[in-house]
């Protein structure tokens, strides 16, 4: 049974980072594809980053040069490096997964694959 779950998320103000992480287990994470997604209050649930079963990372837009996903496939960890936080990054953040048996993965893909709780992130002005 797939489980993921994220910690690492917190209050910091803008210009901070914050490190978060997303264990899983369950199954081996190396033929997943893997992102986080978020979600602040009103808004509808958006893509933030993932990475597929060949180490290839996608950014939205708004967290380019920002953002940093990896993947931990021997310890089963996706790791999420924020910097430069802005308040606009306030929300609730979630770890993503679905099996794959190529290199598809994306946003939409995702959707519709195994989620974990969240962890909360608030940056503040």
């Known amino acids: 049974q797939v489980q993921l779950v994220e910690s690492g998320g917190g209050s910091v103000q803008a210009g901070g980072s914050l490190r978060l992480s997303c264990a899983a287990s369950?199954?081996?994470?190396?033929?997943?594809?893997m992102g986080w997604f978020r979600q602040a209050p009103g808004k509808e649930r958006e893509g933030v980053a993932f990475?597929?079963?060949?180490?290839?990372?996608t950014y939205a837009d708004s967290v380019k040069g920002r953002f940093t996903i990896s993947r931990d496939n021997a310890r089963n960890i996706l790791p999420l490096q924020m910097n430069s936080l802005k308040p606009d990054d306030t929300g609730m953040y979630y770890c993503t997964t679905r099996f794959t048996y190529s290199d598809t993965c994306g946003f939409e893909f995702l959707r519709i694959g195994s989620w974990g709780q969240g962890t909360q992130v608030t940056v503040s002005s």
């Open positions: 369950g199954f081996s994470a190396g033929a997943y594809c």
């Open positions: 990475i597929g079963r060949d180490g290839s990372t």
